[in-house]
């Protein structure tokens, strides 16, 4: 693999899973020491021992996104930052009606709150290092309306918005803001919902929400993650306030 991040050092939120473990385990595959900064350590502590055993540098840090001190603290620890990707976030379904009070300020503070976290305090950072590369998770939903997305799609449209606020305010200081909008990606999340609602009908369900994506299939981990590392490479070193779409078509048909 092209060693295009050799020598930076890059955190990524929420690095345990999904997304975001495909994410850092590309990063430290192109050179990166990797910091995973992930609430259920166990789960960050596997995907660093899965990079370090292909010959990556990886550590990880206990923190919860959505809580301030706890950032804070997390970031105090870190002593140079070049790249830094807000993945960590949560999933929500339902309408105004039926989302709770409750409801819309868990997606308020994982997805909003934790990326303003990760920005407060990861731009001191970047900016100490002599500037540096971010990446946040946005979503198509930050640009299209989806049915039953309410509170997630309020909260991935505040990731896009606070993308462009960034790469405008630091733009002049070494600072690259951009995000990447995915379709439906095929995480653990995905099998765990559908199984948890389609109990019995798993493989049906699967093949009807690929076959809504006018590729004909879900997104990989790993592809997101080609994107993520190449707008931290210096080869994207001419983009700043941009959202990548990577939906396999879907915005075709908006």
Excluded: W
Aim: neutral net charge; proline residues 3%; charged residues 20%.
């Amino acid at each position: 693999m092209v060693q295009r991040l050799a020598g930076k050092h890059a955190l990524v939120t929420g690095g345990g899973s999904g997304i975001g473990r495909a994410i850092a385990r590309r990063l430290a595959g192109e050179g990166a020491q990797v910091t995973i900064l992930e609430f259920k350590t166990e789960a960050g502590e596997s995907t660093a021992a899965e990079i370090r055993a292909a010959g990556g540098a990886a550590s990880v840090i206990a923190a919860d996104v959505s809580n301030t001190e706890s950032m804070r603290a997390a970031f105090a620890s870190v002593e140079k930052l070049n790249v830094l990707v807000n993945n960590a976030g949560i999933a929500h379904v339902g309408n105004v009606l039926n989302t709770t009070p409750d409801d819309l300020d868990r997606i308020y503070g994982v997805n909003v709150k934790g990326v303003y976290h990760g920005l407060h305090f990861g731009v001191p950072k970047l900016l100490a290092a002599g500037g540096g590369a971010i990446v946040n998770m946005a979503s198509i939903i930050s640009k299209v309306g989806l049915a039953d997305r309410f509170a997630y799609g309020m909260s991935k449209g505040a990731v896009l918005t606070m993308t462009l606020s960034i790469a405008r305010d630091f733009i002049d200081r070494g600072i690259r803001c951009n995000c990447v909008c995915p379709a439906r990606v095929h995480t653990p999340f995905v099998d765990g919902f559908i199984a948890k609602n389609y109990p019995g009908k798993e493989a049906e369900m699967f093949a009807k929400l690929s076959a809504a994506q006018p590729i004909g299939r879900m997104g990989e981990p790993d592809e997101i993650a080609s994107l993520v590392a190449f707008l931290c490479s210096d080869e994207a070193g001419f983009i700043t306030g941009s959202a990548y779409d990577i939906d396999g078509g879907t915005t075709l048909l908006r």
